[in-house]
């Protein structure tokens, strides 16, 4: 049988983001600049912010852990 394994990255939200993320980060959501800036910066609630967060979490996380599940 084959194993498999699983890695979990934990990631934080980066302090400062990279120049134009903000644009780029608007283009691939299809949502105004002010609705990303005020999900990262004002903590804004909503579907469209939560969207927001997880993707800048995404592309733009630093890593801080790794961890591995076995099944």
Same mark, same amino acid.
């Given at each position: 049988?084959? *194993? =498999? %394994? =699983? &890695? *979990? %990255? &934990? *990631?934080?939200?980066?302090?400062? +983001?990279?120049?134009?993320? =903000?644009? $780029?980060?608007?283009?691939? +959501? &299809?949502? @105004?600049?002010?609705?990303?800036?005020?999900? +990262?910066? !004002?903590?804004?609630?909503?579907? #469209?912010? $939560?969207? %927001?967060?997880?993707?800048?979490?995404?592309?733009?996380?630093?890593?801080?852990?790794?961890? @591995? #599940? !076995? $099944?």
């Amino acid at each position: 049988m084959t *194993k =498999i %394994v =699983i &890695k *979990k %990255v &934990k *990631k934080v939200m980066p302090m400062l +983001l990279p120049p134009n993320a =903000i644009v $780029d980060t608007a283009k691939a +959501l &299809k949502c @105004s600049r002010t609705t990303v800036w005020g999900a +990262l910066r !004002n903590n804004r609630r909503g579907p #469209v912010s $939560d969207r %927001v967060r997880a993707y800048v979490l995404e592309n733009y996380g630093t890593a801080v852990g790794n961890e @591995s #599940v !076995n $099944d």
